[in-house]
């Protein structure tokens, strides 16, 4: 009933910046949470961002350098990422908390991923 589709992905060098796109579709009632979660070989799938209404809120390790933003229009979702280094190499995840028209089922649902590998 939802689907998730992600783009943006590439290789890119140290220092460098990528866009990541998340546009969702379906039987969309609203879209309660946007979050971008990453996983990096060998270590577990870790919350990178989240934006929730207006709030945002980012893990850490790329506070200052990421951004997430909503355009509510298009139902996607962003993921500025400036300054890369090479820790930031990992499959990127868009994830939503969604509901479903009609039955107003809630439903979590995961895009496919995209790779950010970035060079030293």
């Known amino acids: 009933q939802v689907q998730l589709v992600e783009s943006g992905g590439g290789l890119v060098q140290a220092g460098g910046s990528l866009r990541l796109s998340c546009a969702a579709s379906g039987s969309i009632f609203s879209i309660n949470v946007w979050a971008w979660f990453r996983q990096a070989p060998r270590r577990p799938r870790e919350l990178v961002a989240t934006i929730v209404l207006g709030s945002t809120t980012y893990a850490d390790s790329v506070k200052g350098r990421f951004t997430i933003s909503r355009d509510n229009a298009k139902n996607a979702v962003y993921l500025q990422m400036n300054n890369l280094n090479p820790e930031d190499t990992a499959v990127y995840y868009c994830?939503?908390?969604?509901?479903?028209?009609?039955?107003?089922?809630?439903?979590?649902?995961w895009g496919q991923g995209t790779l950010v590998t970035v060079s030293s």
């Open positions: 994830n939503v908390n969604a509901t479903v028209r009609t039955t107003y089922r809630r439903l979590e649902v």
